[in-house]
């Protein structure tokens, strides 16, 4: 989920937020991607972005819808982009423009959109509308209403994987000890990381739990400290969440927000000698942290959009919910900085590999624990509810359904976005977001 709107957030987190229905594309791949782009097509496509190529998110997706368009044949003047429209009654408006100027499809990429893209959906029928990282199309009862997502937090654990080999490295070759770096050692003898969050709800929780995880697998004695931003995109925010962090003692800090600003503050903390470096989301960000960046976490935008463009062109129905990931191409690192541990590459193309045979599980209930009791269960409510009014309203009504399946928790499988909220040991929240 992108974006959600201030007024739901607490409630979210409460109720393990809203749902969908069963994940998984019915769009045929290869073949019929082959067949849209040797076919003419008059579809029309609108694009509702709540940023613009200068925000990381945004520019993900527009890298891919371009991509994929050039993939199936589809033409500029067949794509309407609305840039920078906010999550309110202005994405109705936008919506109700590219309606107008007769879009056949029309995609927002905010988790704040959903609303105002189901209401515009509800008024026409025949156009089809997919709400990215949305949550509830599957109990909307609109045929016409669409989710979709990716499964970034199996590249979160990858990048995860990253970090923590180098934290080994560091450790094991005598570089980061409690004499050279003394606060970045807790009184058990753990490693401090960091990671800068957005806001405290799943997706967020998912993805640095991914990443705690994957950090873990091969570094086990290291402890987390998140801290919150309450903004998708705030430069200066970002960067004082990732020196406040690294003030007390982190050593790699994280992020899922959608600026450089935490990994432009890394690089300027190691360049001023303090041991620290950075693991980016969306874009590479060697650019601006050229030694301090190890990698970043990513979504490939393009596998989604070359599915859904081509069955839109095709005629052929549109999945309810669409969430994949290493199996199919659509989540991946960026590039290793050149700071990263060596073998670095050999192990992340290993679990990568094990990620896409299912070998390897990112919530494996044997590799955490909660309140030092192993998760055997963990129930998850599908309603969709409302909480303008202060109380929690079912606008619609979902099933609450079982996560935990065969020993691991069972991500973007119920719905497509992430519904992973549960707060493991060894990772510390901040009770305050950054101001």
């Not at 069963?22 to 045929?28: I, K, L, M, Q, V």
């Amino acid at each position: 989920m992108k974006k959600m709107l201030g007024i739901l957030l607490a409630g979210a987190m409460m109720l393990s937020l809203a749902a969908c229905g069963s994940t998984g594309s019915e769009a045929a791949n290869g073949g019929s991607t082959a067949e849209a782009a040797g076919a003419s097509s008059d579809l029309k496509v609108g694009v509702i972005l709540i940023g613009d190529e200068t925000e990381g998110y945004s520019a993900a997706h527009i890298t891919g819808i371009k991509d994929a368009a050039a993939e199936v044949g589809l033409t500029d003047d067949q794509i309407i982009w609305k840039y920078k429209v906010p999550e309110g009654a202005e994405c109705s408006d936008a919506a109700e423009d590219l309606v107008g100027q007769g879009c056949d499809l029309i995609i927002s990429n905010s988790y704040g959109h959903q609303t105002y893209m189901v209401e515009t959906a509800e008024k026409y029928p025949d156009t089809t509308f997919v709400s990215m990282t949305g949550d509830f199309a599957a109990i909307s009862g609109l045929d016409n209403f669409k989710n979709a997502f990716t499964a970034v937090y199996q590249s979160r654990y990858v990048s995860g994987v990253v970090a923590g080999l180098k934290l080994q490295e560091l450790v094991e070759s005598g570089t980061l000890t409690p004499e050279t770096q003394p606060n970045s050692f807790d009184a058990d003898g753990n490693v401090k990381i960091g990671y800068v969050g957005a806001f405290p709800y799943a997706e967020v929780i998912s993805g640095y739990t991914a990443f705690y995880l994957g950090v873990k697998s091969v570094f086990p004695t290291v402890t987390m400290e998140v801290m919150y931003t309450n903004s998708w995109f705030d430069i200066d925010k970002e960067g004082a969440a990732a020196e406040a962090l690294i003030a007390n003692g982190s050593v790699i800090v994280g992020q899922h927000a959608d600026s450089t600003g935490a990994p432009a503050a890394t690089q300027r903390k190691k360049d001023d000698g303090v041991i620290c470096y950075s693991i980016g989301y969306n874009i590479d960000m060697l650019e601006t942290a050229p030694t301090a960046a190890l990698t970043s976490s990513t979504n490939v935008w393009k596998a989604y959009y070359a599915e859904l463009l081509t069955a839109a062109m095709n005629g052929e129905e549109i999945p309810t919910d669409w969430a994949k990931g290493y199996d199919d191409g659509a989540v991946a690192i960026t590039d290793l900085g050149p700071e990263c541990a060596e073998g670095t590459a050999e192990k992340v193309a290993e679990v990568e590999a094990a990620l896409k045979d299912g070998s390897l599980h990112v919530f494996d209930t044997a590799n955490f624990t909660v309140d030092g009791q192993t998760v055997t269960s963990a129930p998850i409510d599908l309603t969709y509810y409302d909480f303008s009014s202060g109380e929690a309203v079912a606008v619609y009504q979902g099933e609450t359904k079982e996560a935990i399946h065969d020993g691991y928790f069972d991500e973007s499988t119920l719905r497509s976005a992430p519904y992973f909220a549960l707060h493991i040991d060894g990772i510390v929240e901040d009770s305050e977001p950054v101001a």
